[in-house]
């Protein structure tokens, strides 16, 4: 897989940016990306060397748009720790 397939979007909540003090980081990424693949897109994407990843399917929550209803899709999550010494700018300033 190209490495820009694999890694949607980074997430930016309250907790991912509590986590980034630890040096982990949290992106959303492809449904059928393995952890391999996972750090092979995060290491070229970014230049940094991976330790671990832990990966977690999310279930898609139910929506109502009007009177009808649905499922969201569900998506993957990855939290990516990286090696000491290494950083990712995900949000600039910071």
Request: hydrophobic share 35%.
């Amino acid at each position: 897989m190209d490495p820009s397939n694999v890694v949607r979007r980074p997430l930016v909540t309250e907790k991912s940016t509590s986590l980034a003090e630890h040096r982990q980081y949290v992106f959303r990424v492809h449904p059928s990306a393995s952890k391999h693949a996972i750090v092979h897109a995060i290491a070229t994407m970014f230049h940094v060397e991976v330790e671990a990843v832990n990966v977690m399917n999310v279930r898609g929550k139910s929506r109502r748009f009007g009177r009808y209803s649905g499922p969201r899709p569900d998506w993957r999550k990855a939290i990516v720790t990286l090696r000491t010494g290494h950083k990712i700018d995900i949000v600039p300033g910071t």
